[in-house]
């Protein structure tokens, strides 16, 4: 019986061929029926995969024999679902590029990489140590989503600090601005999907004054996975994919509001306007209702 996972992985590391790590990643997807998206360039690489277990563990076993990817993280969770052919329904197609950044913040020239990753980065909390911390100083630290506010609207941590931002190129010009300022003399707890936008974030921060600054090592799936939907985090996880979330238990809460009517939901769709290029958390009743509505404004 076919088996769908997706893995979502990345690692920051010097890559002297950004563009032979393209080809030999193409390659290799493409013989094993894989579907997602990779992201690579002088400073590592980025991505997420699915298609059939077996197909996936074999990938990985190669992925791991080049020397600068030999210890990275990878994040497992459950696909939809393959097609007729034994691709992975999740994703369209295999898309696999070279870019100046692996995570897009426009600022690669502010970015240093070695064999150990950022340089300069927040220092990395396991979820364990995270409860740690919330022991010890609580109502002092602040959680601060490294994400889009799309993405905070259906999930966050309890309290989190979610920045007005579309995309993660926002993040620089906000920083700069002063708006956050005020959190310069406080520990500030960045998360993210996976762990790799508060790598890049946290090394921002601390290189405009930010004094103690974390990242949540593994981002929120590592925390989910440890904790599910009985500590910190609250809601839904939203995923670049076709299942669009992912709960950690039975008992996820549903925090989204429908832009719509205001029901409870997790639910989020493009709007189907081909001018509009944006994304809102809608229930299914209201999904053209929420988009006459944009396309009026």
Not at 278 to 283: E, G, L, Y
Request: charged share 25%; proline share 4%; with cysteine.
């Amino acid at each position: 019986m076919p088996t769908p996972k997706i893995v979502l992985f990345y690692a920051f590391a010097p890559l002297a061929d950004p563009e032979a790590i393209r080809l030999w990643q193409r390659d290799l997807g493409e013989a094993l029926k894989l579907r997602g998206r990779i992201l690579i360039s002088e400073h590592g690489i980025n991505g997420t995969l699915g298609g059939d277990l077996p197909a996936v563990k074999k990938w990985l076993r190669g992925f791991r024999e080049y020397p600068a990817f030999k210890d990275v993280d990878v994040k497992w969770s459950e696909g939809t679902g393959l097609d007729d052919d034994g691709y992975s329904v999740d994703f369209p197609k295999l898309s696999v590029k070279v870019r100046d950044e692996i995570v897009s913040f426009g600022a690669p020239g502010e970015l240093a990489v070695d064999e150990h990753g950022v340089v300069g980065g927040g220092a990395r909390l396991s979820p364990e140590q995270l409860h740690v911390l919330m022991a010890e100083r609580g109502d002092e630290v602040v959680f601060f989503d490294g994400r889009n506010a799309l993405e905070a609207e259906i999930g966050r941590f309890r309290d989190a600090i979610v920045p007005d931002v579309e995309t993660t190129r926002d993040f620089v010009g906000l920083l700069d601005s002063g708006a956050y300022d005020d959190l310069k003399g406080k520990p500030v707890v960045t998360y993210c999907t996976g762990g790799i936008r508060c790598e890049v974030l946290s090394r921002l921060m601390v290189s405009r004054g930010f004094g103690e600054v974390y990242q949540l090592d593994g981002g929120i799936v590592r925390y989910g996975e440890a904790f599910g939907d009985d500590g910190l985090w609250e809601g839904s996880l939203y995923v670049f994919d076709k299942r669009g979330s992912i709960d950690f238990s039975d008992h996820a809460a549903v925090i989204g509001e429908c832009t719509g009517c205001g029901a409870s939901t997790k639910r989020t769709a493009n709007c189907p306007d081909p001018s509009c290029r944006r994304q809102f958390v809608v229930c299914a009743s209201c999904d053209t209702v929420r988009c006459a509505e944009h396309a009026a404004a």
